[in-house]
């Protein structure tokens, strides 16, 4: 699948290719300029550059700016006017390469959404030291074409994939079918009771959205002040679900994916909620099977006894060799989340290897390996393990 990323680049002088149409307020007076590669069949289509003059060129390459200083000096925002003074840009990188800055985006840029882009002269002469170089900011509007053609991104799959959730759940996977639009998620998501009445506020608002670097991948999670007890906000509204009750969660088709399409279709998850979960959950309850043996690929699995984090199974789960080293395989997870399973890529060698295990990972609840994520304040919390992981460990033997 094709996608349309962008960059904004400053550049030291014109090419023909990229900078048709450069005028002289490029050249060594320290001018500077917008172009626009508006082509939408072009590779570098939603491309933006800021033609520099020499003098402007270097006292970038000395001032060595920090995060905070790009920002203030090349800046990207979402929209077409300028933004507030505290609104958080585009996520991003800068980077000198060539003779060149480049602001490369986190995400995909969304054809058909604005971007408001300045270059603030007054901040780079700050940072250079040069006050000589201070001149009024520039500004210009992005726009990345749209690609035309139907739309077809679908939701995939929404984790926990079980359909009794405990009343203290603490986050909810939403997976597309390909990357998606910033910015909508909490107009499109609503989580409706069993008469189909809005559960009020019943997610944490993160303004820049949970996405994984794919942009297939959105977190959810429900307001942990609100599960937390002892919290104003649980005094004051309690949990968002209640044990007993039915639940749905939409997904709105009219959500657009990064090529600015709606949704083939709505998506929906119903679920019930059975009783809080406040007990951390333990290895010691993990059975442990094994077809491993020298020169062949068996397999290996642990069962859990209760769903856990779907994301953090993906990561926080290993295969070690007794030299440390990660034994490369492939991961499944299975049965509603309760289920690990592990394929190396070879056949094993005959040794001592260990299953190792993030003590970060949790469950629906957010209750990790060491401890409990609802702690009562009335109670006196218990030590907490510091262990950064559990190892399990697993004999590989001749066959």
């Known amino acids: 699948m094709r996608r349309h990323m962008w960059t904004v680049h400053v550049l030291a002088a014109c090419t023909v290719a990229f900078l048709a149409g450069c005028g002289a307020s490029g050249d060594a007076s320290g001018g500077a300029h917008f172009v626009l590669d508006e082509d939408a069949t072009s590779p570098g289509a939603g491309t933006v550059g800021v033609v520099l003059g020499a003098s402007l060129l270097r006292a970038l390459e000395r001032a060595d700016p920090d995060d905070v200083d790009w920002q203030n000096i090349l800046s990207v925002h979402t929209?077409?006017?300028?933004?507030?003074?505290?609104?958080?840009?585009?996520?991003?990188?800068?980077?000198?390469?060539?003779?060149?800055?480049?602001?490369?985006?986190r995400f995909a840029a969304v054809p058909g959404q604005p971007y408001y882009v300045r270059f603030d002269r007054e901040a780079l002469a700050a940072v250079a030291r040069e006050p000589s170089l201070t001149a009024p900011p520039m500004d210009t509007v992005l726009l990345v074409p749209r690609d035309n053609r139907g739309g077809g991104t679908r939701v995939a799959r929404i984790y926990p994939t079980t359909s009794v959730l405990p009343e203290n759940v603490l986050r909810m996977y939403v997976h597309f079918t390909a990357p998606m639009s910033m910015g909508e998620a909490y107009v499109r998501l609503r989580l409706l009771d069993e008469r189909g009445r809005d559960v009020e506020d019943p997610f944490l608002i993160v303004p820049q959205e949970l996405w994984d670097p794919e942009r297939q991948r959105l977190t959810i999670l429900f307001d942990p002040g609100r599960i937390k007890r002892?919290?104003?906000?649980?005094?004051?509204?309690g949990t968002p679900l209640h044990e007993g009750g039915k639940y749905t969660l939409v997904v709105d088709a009219a959500w657009r994916d990064a090529h600015g399409d709606s949704l083939a279709a709505s998506h929906v998850k119903r679920f019930t909620v059975g009783p809080a979960d406040r007990t951390a959950p333990s290895t010691k309850a993990w059975a442990l099977t094994s077809s491993a043996a020298a020169g062949t690929q068996g397999g290996v699995t642990i069962v859990f006894g209760e769903p856990l984090d779907r994301a953090l199974l993906e990561r926080l789960i290993t295969v070690q060799a007794a030299d440390g080293n990660v034994v490369a395989g492939t991961v499944a997870v299975t049965d509603e989340e309760t289920r690990w399973s592990f394929t190396p890529e070879v056949p094993w060698t005959a040794g001592d290897y260990a299953v190792l295990v993030g003590t970060d990972l949790e469950d629906l609840a957010g209750n990790n390996l060491?401890?409990?994520f609802?702690?009562?304040?009335?109670?006196?919390?218990?030590?907490?393990?510091?262990a950064q992981h559990v190892r399990i460990p697993l004999i590989v033997r001749e066959r």
Do not use: C, K, M
């Open 79 to 105: 929209g077409t006017e300028e933004p507030a003074p505290d609104a958080p840009g585009v996520l991003g990188r800068w980077t000198i390469e060539s003779g060149r800055l480049r602001f490369t985006p």
């Open 230 to 237: 002892g919290l104003l906000p649980n005094e004051e509204s």
């Open 370 to 372: 060491r401890g409990v």
């Open 374 to 386: 609802d702690v009562d304040r009335n109670q006196p919390a218990p030590p907490a393990p510091t």
